[in-house]
C-alpha cells in the first residue's frame, strides 16, 4: 500500500490528519514538483490529482473522502465518519460543503490568479483549462459566504457534525488553512469558527 503525497497541497492534508487521528501509519511517496505533479505519477494516475491510495492489488483510489472512506471501514476506531444515520449524513454535508464551497472557492482565487496555473485552471485536466479572470473575485465571495456559514454552525455546534470531531472539521480546516495563505484569513467578526479552529488546530494531528 502507498500513499502518493504532495505536502504543500492541502487535499492529501486531509488524509494525512485523518490518518493521524486514527493512528495509521502508510508508506507515503512525494509526487509534487514547485507547482506541478511530477510527470511519471501524472502518467501513472488517470485522475491526475493528490492524494490517491494504491493498494497491494494494485487499486488505485482518488478522492480525499474516498480514500478516508477505505480507513474507516477497515479501522473503525476512532470513528471519523459518523456514529450513526444522523451523524453520518451530517458529516457528508459537512464535508461537502467545506470542499465544494470553501475549497473550490479558495482554488478558483488561487488558479485563476496566479501564472503558474495557466492553462491549468482547474487540476486532475489532460488537455489545457484556461484562467477566468473573474472567477478570482467570485472565488472570495464563496469563501467568504463559506466562513460564514461555518461561524452559524459552530455558533450551535461544537463541531460541524455535532459533538464529535469528525472528516467535515479536517477538511474545514484543510480549507481554512489554504485559504488564509493564500490571502482570506477568517475575518475577526466569525469569533464562533475562531474558536472552532483554535481547537482543531492544537489537536496533535493537525501538524500532519
Ligand atoms: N476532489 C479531490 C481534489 C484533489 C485535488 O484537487 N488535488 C490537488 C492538490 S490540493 C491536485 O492534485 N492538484 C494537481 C495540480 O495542481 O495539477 C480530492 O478530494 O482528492
Redesign the pocket.
Known amino acids: 500500500m502507498k500513499l502518493y503525497d504532495?505536502n504543500i497541497?492541502?487535499?492529501?492534508r486531509?488524509v494525512r490528519i485523518f490518518l493521524a487521528e486514527k493512528g495509521i501509519e502508510v508508506p507515503t511517496e512525494e509526487v509534487g514538483e514547485g507547482?506541478?505533479?511530477k510527470k511519471e505519477y501524472l502518467e501513472k494516475n488517470p485522475h491526475?490529482?493528490?492524494?490517491l491510495l494504491e493498494l497491494d492489488d494494485g487499486t488505485l483510489i482518488?478522492?480525499?473522502?474516498a480514500i478516508c472512506r477505505y480507513f474507516e471501514t477497515e479501522h473503525p476506531e476512532p470513528p471519523l465518519m459518523g456514529r450513526d444515520a444522523k451523524e453520518r449524513a451530517l458529516v457528508d454535508m459537512w464535508e461537502r460543503k467545506a470542499?465544494l464551497e470553501g475549497g473550490q472557492g479558495a482554488?478558483e482565487v488561487l488558479r485563476n490568479g496566479l501564472p503558474p496555473y495557466a492553462d491549468?485552471a482547474l487540476?486532475?485536466y489532460s488537455v489545457p483549462i484556461p484562467q477566468i479572470e473573474q472567477l478570482v473575485e467570485r472565488g472570495k465571495v464563496r469563501v467568504a459566504e463559506f466562513y460564514k456559514k461555518m461561524d452559524e454552525r459552530l455558533g450551535e455546534a461544537t463541531f460541524l457534525a455535532g459533538d464529535n470531531f469528525s472528516l467535515a472539521d479536517i477538511t474545514a480546516l484543510c480549507v481554512t488553512d489554504f485559504a488564509t495563505i493564500i490571502g482570506l484569513p477568517v475575518p475577526d467578526e466569525c469569533a464562533n469558527l475562531k474558536r472552532w479552529h483554535a481547537e482543531v488546530s492544537a489537536r496533535p494531528s493537525a501538524a500532519a
Not at 497541497?9 to 492529501?12: T, V
Not at 491526475?48 to 492524494?51: A, S
Not at 482518488?62 to 473522502?65: D, F, I, L, Q
Open positions: 504532495w497541497a492541502p487535499n492529501p486531509r507547482f506541478e505533479l491526475r490529482t493528490v492524494p482518488s478522492e480525499a473522502p470542499e482554488g491549468r487540476a486532475g
